[in-house]
């Protein structure tokens, strides 16, 4: 009798949970260890970890990259326990990025001002690491006039365009659209800039990541994909879906570099997107980036999350142990660690960043609560620039 086993019977066997775990082998615990060195660099060079590397940097670029992964949890983790508080009337989708800070804070590390991002219904943490104000961000889950979108986008559509925050987006994907867009524009203005797009791999499965892709490659685009591979989907394992553990692959049919990472480490992350972000800047087209992650609540919502636990347990799709494992893999435990281990910061440095951290969020959601709110009568402002459209839903015949 054969003892082999097919993959999809195999993976049924052992049910979604553990087919999660059992994909997930770029999971590793030593700190800047996994980034092969860029082509063309010297041999010295080619054989310094990413965290040697990171050592060498300003510290304010260390001290930027702390405080930007650090205001994401910390600004996440409060709205996550107002919601779940039930004390503030907050309601609608939330979807946390808590668990993935190490992916958007390395690649907007590695970006200018003037750079774009597009994001996803996931993209609270994208949108503070380029520099994302949070009192607008607060007064926007509040339904506030004085939200990034007046109140009226919500937590999927925040934009700052005047950061190059292209916006977050509640189509599945559709960020793989707006940044080949926006890389296209660069390419016809003749500017230096650069056009990244965040998304997780289910993603991957959309037509707007090929067609992008297929574009951005055939005009020389200066645009990065970056996916971000927390390997659940929605509630369905990635690995179940997939023909490939790693759909960032998909595009190396297209002669597009491709590079997989620990996103939960954020000096693999920095200089892996230092790398696609210099080529694009020269002239040398788009590159897909994939980082393994894992995002420690439920793909949206707060089902299995209580006020002051960190993480969503319970849920039918995933064990315990397997939220556990990833908690323990903290992105910024792990770099506070080797700020400290490095001797490149103190523990009180770094406490004094946290605590004005912590003031920053508290403030912001003040600013919130004390804004006005919109009103269903200010729905028809910034339809068209510049013009207030009739009321016409208003009107009793």
């Not at 037509?207 to 992008?212: D, E, G, Q, T």
Request: aromatic share 10%; proline share 4%; net charge neutral.
């Amino acid at each position: 009798m054969s003892t082999n086993v097919d993959r999809r019977t195999f993976l049924k066997m052992m049910g979604g949970a553990g087919a999660t775990a059992a994909f997930v082998s770029n999971v590793r615990p030593v700190f800047g260890a996994g980034l092969a060195a860029p082509s063309g660099a010297p041999a010295a060079q080619a054989l310094k970890p990413t965290a040697d590397r990171l050592a060498e940097e300003p510290k304010e670029k260390l001290a930027y990259i702390y405080e930007r992964m650090q205001a994401s949890r910390k600004w996440e983790t409060r709205m996550k326990d107002l919601f779940v508080g039930g004390k503030e009337g907050l309601y609608g989708a939330f979807h946390t990025y808590v668990g993935e800070e190490a992916v958007a804070t390395g690649v907007c590390a590695a970006l200018n001002q003037d750079d774009y991002i597009c994001s996803t219904h996931r993209g609270h943490g994208h949108l503070i690491a380029k520099g994302g104000n949070l009192d607008k961000m607060s007064a926007e889950i509040y339904a506030r006039e004085t939200g990034a979108n007046k109140g009226f986008g919500g937590s999927m559509h925040i934009v700052e365009a005047d950061k190059g925050i292209l916006g977050m987006n509640g189509i599945v994907g559709a960020g793989w659209y707006v940044g080949a867009g926006a890389a296209y524009g660069i390419k016809v203005r003749g500017t230096q800039q650069v056009s990244v797009a965040f998304a997780g791999e289910g993603a991957c499965a959309s037509p707007y990541f090929f067609s992008a892709l297929r574009s951005a490659k055939n005009y020389n685009l200066p645009f990065i994909a970056v996916i971000e591979n927390n390997h659940q989907a929605i509630t369905i394992p990635s690995i179940t879906s997939f023909p490939s553990k790693n759909p960032g692959t998909f595009a190396s049919g297209l002669g597009i570099p491709v590079t997989i990472g620990d996103g939960n480490d954020v000096s693999e992350v920095y200089y892996n997107a230092k790398k696609a972000v210099e080529r694009a800047r020269n002239g040398g087209g788009p590159s897909v980036l994939e980082f393994n992650t894992y995002r420690w609540y439920d793909h949206a919502g707060f089902a299995g999350a209580k006020e002051g636990i960190d993480g969503a347990w319970g849920l039918p799709y995933r064990s315990d142990s397997e939220v556990q494992m990833w908690i323990d893999n903290c992105p910024i435990k792990r770099y506070r660690t080797f700020l400290i281990e490095r001797k490149l910061f103190t523990e009180d440095e770094l406490n004094a960043i946290d605590a004005d951290l912590d003031a920053q969020v508290e403030a912001s959601v003040e600013f919130a609560r004390n804004s006005p709110p919109c009103t269903a009568e200010h729905g028809v402002r910034n339809v068209f620039a510049g013009v207030e459209m009739p009321a016409r839903q208003f009107l009793t015949l």
